[in-house]
């Protein structure tokens, strides 16, 4: 006996086997008697991100300056200055090609936040490199964001039958002027006007568009510049309606003086519901530096307006950019994974054209918020739905 009264022979190492089984044997007791939480693999790839609709504000009709407010598409969040900025889809004709600056504030409780005004302060015309107006029908603004260098990336899908090409420009926030375009590879652009081989469809190239680092900070390190298309290329579009459409997914690093084309990816749209006349992605938001992102996907046919909100992973995703077709078979590279984060036709609201989206301000507990924008199609007698969400991740 020991001190304690107790035979220590149990901790005698045998022999043969030495004190190891013993050791062994209390650990996997101590184990298993532990709960422990099972993840499956995919859950490892995304973030635990929630979203939560607080409140809708309905922008009405108006006209602002000489120009028609509507056929909003994208927002981007200029934090140091607490403004909006959201593109008009307008292709020059119920004003020139421009983005808004709005200002917008929020009150309600902590645990209700809401809108509390909103208000057009400005608009701003895009002007070409020549400092004029875009001509009519040369442009179709889409997506927008506000790079670290206080500049403005915006996308247009351009306009086919008008010989008009998609680009990526960089502008200038405060005159509305092109600095320059990234570089586009071919298999982007129409080949042929009248009956194209190869590039975007029309009216269904870059919608989405975002960019990492802070926004407005004025900073020149390089940052990466993420753009998509909404719905397949021509050379990739499949018929068969059992198939997801690809869309093309482009990954851009931008220093100080020149630009990067890093990777392109396949981002397989959901399968379009039966009756549909337009599908596809038009949105995207960078959410952390680890390759995650929110998307919107919008769908509208006979069944209605159908919009859901994804969360992106891209690691592991092939890189697409040497194959020629993403038509048929692809089940040789791997995707863009997505995750559903929010489908809108469980929430109380009956959402429109969503076409938008951005980080907002802080909400008064410090969480978060998403901002949300539709786009009215400029029909006079539907207002333009500006959302209000919490982000938690």
């Not at 927002?75 to 403004?83: A, F, G, V």
């Not at 400005?122 to 020549?130: G, N, S, V, Y």
């Not at 003086?257 to 749209?269: F, G, M, N």
């Given at each position: 006996m020991d001190g304690w009264?107790?035979?220590?022979?149990?901790?005698?190492?045998?022999?043969?086997?030495g004190l190891w089984p013993m050791l062994a044997a209390v650990l996997m007791v101590a184990l298993t008697s532990c709960a422990i939480p099972q993840?499956?693999?995919?859950?490892?790839?995304?973030?635990?991100?929630v979203v939560d609709l607080l409140d809708v504000y309905n922008l009405p009709p108006q006209e602002f300056q000489g120009t028609t407010v509507g056929g909003l598409s994208a927002?981007?969040?200029?934090?140091?200055?607490?403004?909006l900025y959201a593109l008009s889809d307008d292709r020059s004709r119920f004003g020139p090609a421009r983005f808004y600056t709005l200002a917008v504030t929020l009150g309600g409780s902590a645990s209700q936040p809401r809108f509390d005004t909103v208000s057009i302060e400005?608009?701003?015309?895009?002007?070409?490199?020549?400092g004029n107006p875009y001509?009519?029908?040369s442009v179709d603004p889409e997506g927008i964001a506000l790079s670290p260098r206080d500049t403005l990336y915006i996308t247009s899908e351009g306009d086919v039958q008008q010989n008009a090409p998609p680009f990526i420009g960089e502008f200038d926030r405060q005159t509305g002027q092109v600095i320059s375009t990234l570089r586009l590879p071919e298999r982007f652009l129409p080949d042929n006007p009248d009956s194209p081989t190869r590039g975007a469809q029309n009216n269904l190239s870059f919608e989405a568009l975002t960019v990492t680092g802070s926004p407005g900070a004025g900073m020149v390190e390089p940052f990466r510049l993420f753009a998509a298309t909404e719905s397949a290329l021509v050379q990739d579009y499949d018929d068969d309606p059992s198939q997801p459409l690809n869309s093309r997914f482009l990954h851009y690093l931008i220093g100080d003086?020149?630009?990067?084309?890093?990777?392109?990816?396949?981002?397989?749209?959901e399968l379009e519901p039966s009756g549909a006349v337009v599908n596809g992605l038009t949105a995207l938001l960078s959410i952390d530096s680890g390759g995650h992102f929110l998307a919107l996907e919008r769908a509208f046919g006979l069944r209605g307006l159908q919009v859901k909100l994804f969360q992106l992973a891209t690691g592991g995703a092939t890189d697409t950019s040497t194959i020629a077709s993403l038509r048929g078979d692809v089940s040789g590279t791997a995707p863009i994974r997505k995750q559903l984060v929010?489908?809108?036709?469980?929430?109380?609201?009956?959402?429109?054209?969503?076409?938008?989206?951005?980080?907002?301000?802080r909400l008064p507990d410090g969480s978060q918020s998403l901002l949300m924008v539709s786009d009215n199609n400029f029909e006079g007698d539907r207002a333009t739905q500006l959302l209000l969400l919490r982000l938690q991740m």
């Open positions: 009264g107790l035979s220590m022979d149990w901790m005698r190492p045998n022999r043969r086997w993840l499956k693999a995919e859950d490892r790839l995304f973030l635990p991100v927002l981007t969040y200029d934090r140091p200055r607490n403004l400005r608009f701003t015309p895009l002007l070409d490199a020549d001509p009519s029908g003086d020149q630009s990067t084309l890093i990777a392109e990816h396949r981002y397989p749209l929010l489908d809108f036709a469980d929430t109380p609201l009956a959402v429109d054209n969503l076409e938008g989206m951005t980080l907002g301000p």
